[in-house]
């Protein structure tokens, strides 16, 4: 499986994550967080862990996933604003990650009945879920919700892991 172009589809719509790097939501960054605009997007660990996909299909899962939720809630305002053209170029996105399908399904109804508008990419002809993208929301409005999920980890260092533990 693991398609990296195929069409899909999902609808609109975490489980404990591993030690190695939680997410934080620290006062690093420069400009005001709490009015900032990201993109939360997460995705499976699993597909590149266990089903070893491709990077350029987890790519495509990423991009699918984001598409699909800028293009559903294009008419919500942080929407428009996050994607006018005078903020092109500063858009901020990150990307997380869940153990596997059961934990992005928990974290997308825990996200429905929060009222956090989001969307479930579906991948065809495999028909399950690899990813989900909220629309872009403010630190402050969605941290508690997605303070299980580590940053996503890096194919190349979970081979390297791999192979260092055997």
């Given at each position: 499986g693991g398609g990296g172009g195929g069409g899909g589809g999902g609808r609109k719509m975490s489980d404990k994550a591993t030690p190695a790097r939680a997410?934080?939501?620290g006062d690093s960054e420069r400009t005001n967080t709490n009015e900032r605009l990201t993109q939360y997007i997460v995705l499976r660990r699993d597909l590149w862990r266990e089903k070893s996909w491709p990077l350029g299909s987890i790519c495509a899962q990423v991009a699918h996933a984001s598409v699909a939720a800028l293009e559903t809630f294009k008419d919500h305002e942080d929407t428009k604003t996050y994607v006018s053209a005078k903020r092109l170029q500063s858009m901020t996105k990150v990307v997380l990650e869940v153990k596997g399908e059961p934990q992005l399904l928990t974290l997308s109804k825990k996200l429905t009945e929060n009222k956090i508008e989001h969307y479930a990419w579906r991948e065809q002809p495999e028909d399950y879920v690899?990813?989900?993208?909220l629309r872009p929301y403010r630190k402050?409005?969605?941290k508690g919700l997605l303070k299980?999920?580590?940053l996503a980890s890096d194919v190349?260092?979970?081979?390297?892991e791999d192979i260092s533990v055997h």
């Open positions: 997410l934080t939501f690899t990813c989900l993208a402050e409005e969605v299980k999920c580590n190349r260092q979970a081979e390297e």
